[in-house]
Nanobody, 122 residues
């Protein structure tokens, strides 16, 4: 059973920074990709950043240049460094891991964390 636990959220002023962590139970090497999503009140969940096992990363347009996704395989943890935060970044941030393997019938299986609240306000 895969468990993902996010941490690092909180209240920050506009222009500030936060680093979110997503700790996985077991090696993150096995996951084909790991993602950060966010969901603001009254809005749909949206993809923020992607990190693939091949080393590539991708970002939503409105966070490019401000957010950075990274992995620490030794700690089985994925991070989201968020700089120059804006009030519109306020949301619950979720970590997701995607596994495609023999154990999933070679079909994508997604695992989600419980989310961590980020509030950007003065």
């Amino acid at each position: 059973q895969v468990q993902l636990v996010e941490s690092g959220g909180g209240l920050v002023q506009p222009g500030g920074s936060l680093r979110l962590s997503c700790a996985a139970s077991g090696s993150i090497f096995r996951f084909n990709a790991m993602y950060w999503y966010r969901q603001a009140p009254g809005k749909q969940r949206e993809l923020v950043a992607t990190s693939t096992s091949g080393g590539s990363t991708n970002y939503a347009d409105d966070v490019k240049g401000r957010f950075t996704i990274s992995r620490d395989n030794a700690k089985n943890t994925v991070y989201l460094q968020m700089n120059s935060l804006k009030p519109e970044d306020t949301a619950v941030y979720y970590c997701k891991a995607r596994l495609i393997a023999a154990t999933t019938g070679w079909r994508p299986r997604d695992y989600w964390g419980q989310g961590t609240q980020v509030t950007v306000s003065s």
